[in-house]
């Protein structure tokens, strides 16, 4: 999941990775359910996984952070 979503590869996962990948999910799930209420929806869920992973508090997810 991590190297798969980390377009980037600098080894971290910021919000729009996090976000693109959830976003990836979601839409696969539900095609056309209140696109905006669940893109709000998403942005909330994404501060919630960084509030909670970003241990060092950079914005990003470090691989280290991600496997804890």
Do not use: P
Request: aromatic share 10%; no cysteine; glycine share 2%.
């Amino acid at each position: 999941f991590f190297l798969m979503h980390d377009y980037d590869n600098n080894s971290r996962l910021d919000g729009l990775e996090i976000l693109n990948s959830l976003s990836h999910n979601h839409h696969e799930q539900d095609a056309e359910h209140n696109k905006e209420q669940s893109q709000e929806q998403l942005i909330s869920f994404v501060d919630l996984i960084l509030n909670d992973q970003d241990l060092d508090k950079d914005g990003y997810i470090s691989y280290a952070e991600f496997i804890r």
